[in-house]
Structure formats: structure tokens, C-alpha cells
């Protein structure tokens, strides 16, 4: 079974930083677009950033530019989510998933998905 392990997340006050890992087992990530969602409560999950194979492509929400940053190790096999200067509003779940195009918002092109990360911005 190909499966995504996210970790990193947890309670930041606002203005803050967090950096959040994607790693794999079972399979080479080198190999895929890898994507980060978020999904607050009440919310549909959006996608927040991506990065195609080969790291020529990539992908950043509106709200985040700036701020967020994505990136891959390919020799520690995770992929990366650096995310400064947090807001309130990026409190919610994260989520890694791999597929074969950095599709931005298109959760449905994305193959293997992870169980998610929480991220709490609050004073």
C-alpha cells in the first residue's frame, strides 16, 4: 500500500512559522507531482500548494504567495510545505497527495493522499 505520512503541524501564534513534511513509504516521491491541501472545519478542501515532477512547475494559493513555500528533498524523500508569518485563517488541516500533474486546486488529479496534519494559528 503506497501511503503519505504528514507531520510538522501544530499550535503557532499568528505571525509564526511552521514547516510541514510529506514522506513516503513504499514509493520513490521523485516520481510524482506532490500537492498540499488544507481543509478547515465547515470548508471544502483547497489546495494551497503543488510542485511538479522534476520541480519545474509550481503552484501557490492566492492567500499564501509570499508566505508559503514548497519544496522537495529527494534524498530524504519528503517533500516540504515552509509556511511563515501564519494567519488565523490558516488554521485547518493539512494534507499531502501525489499524482502525476502539480494540479493546483484539482483534488481529483491527485492518486494517494495522506491522513492530514493539524495547524492551529492562535494567540
Known amino acids: 500500500q503506497l501511503q503519505l505520512v504528514e507531520s510538522g503541524g501544530g499550535l503557532v501564534q499568528p505571525g509564526g512559522s511552521l514547516r510541514l513534511s510529506c514522506a513516503a513509504s513504499?514509493?520513490?516521491?521523485?516520481?510524482?507531482?506532490i500537492g498540499w491541501f488544507r481543509q478547515a472545519p465547515g470548508k471544502d478542501r483547497e489546495g494551497v500548494s503543488c510542485?511538479?515532477?522534476?520541480?519545474?512547475?509550481?503552484y501557490y494559493l492566492d492567500s499564501v504567495k509570499g508566505r508559503f513555500t514548497i519544496s522537495r528533498d529527494n534524498a530524504k524523500n519528503t517533500v516540504y510545505l515552509q509556511m511563515n508569518s501564519l494567519k488565523p485563517e490558516d488554521t485547518a488541516s493539512y494534507y499531502c497527495?501525489?499524482?502525476?500533474?502539480?494540479?493546483?486546486?484539482?483534488?481529483?488529479?491527485?492518486?494517494?493522499w495522506g491522513q492530514g496534519t493539524q495547524v492551529t494559528v492562535s494567540s
Open positions: 513504499e514509493f520513490t516521491l521523485d516520481y510524482y507531482a
Open positions: 497527495a501525489a499524482g502525476l500533474l502539480c494540479a493546483g486546486t484539482r483534488k481529483y488529479e491527485y492518486d494517494y
Open positions: 510542485i511538479s515532477v522534476n520541480d519545474t512547475h509550481t
